[in-house]
Nanobody
Framework: VQLQAYGGGLVQPGGSLRLSCAAS????????AGWYRQAPGKQRELVAALTRGRSSNYADSVKGRFTISRDNVDNTVYLQMNSLKPEDTAVYYC??????????????WGQGTQVTVSS
């Protein structure tokens, strides 16, 4: 099973993007999902997280601008990013604890997607 983050790209400051995190196989359940990002020369940091109970938490730097959500049907995890700033530029990764088929995966990382905010 692979997780893939996609939806990144180049956007002007103030613009929006929606990132998606999907698996290569059907996900039966997710107990935790999160979006992280890593800018050049910086450590990877948590951007937003969603638990099984649908509670969410956000980094202070993105509160009020980013929203994490999950599709109830196929368990795709999204990150809606509004009012983007140049400092949001980074590679974004999804991470999840989930079950697919007869196996469960903890702290599973997907491939990243580049987000560049620039005029």
């Amino acid at each position: 099973v692979q997780l893939q983050a996609y939806g990144g790209g180049l956007v002007q400051p103030g613009g929006s993007l929606r990132l998606s995190c999907a698996a290569s196989a059907r996900i039966l359940s997710i107990s935790h999902a999160g979006w992280y990002r890593q800018a050049p020369g910086k450590q990877r940091e948590l951007v937003a997280a969603l638990t099984r109970g649908r509670s969410s938490n956000y980094a202070d730097s993105v509160k009020g601008r980013f929203t994490i959500s999950r599709d109830n049907v196929d368990n795709t995890v999204y990150l809606q990013m509004n009012s983007l700033k140049p400092e949001d530029t980074a590679v974004y990764y999804c991470n999840a604890d989930f079950c697919s088929g007869s196996a469960c995966y903890n702290d599973y990382w997907g491939q990243g997607t580049q987000v560049t905010v620039s005029s």
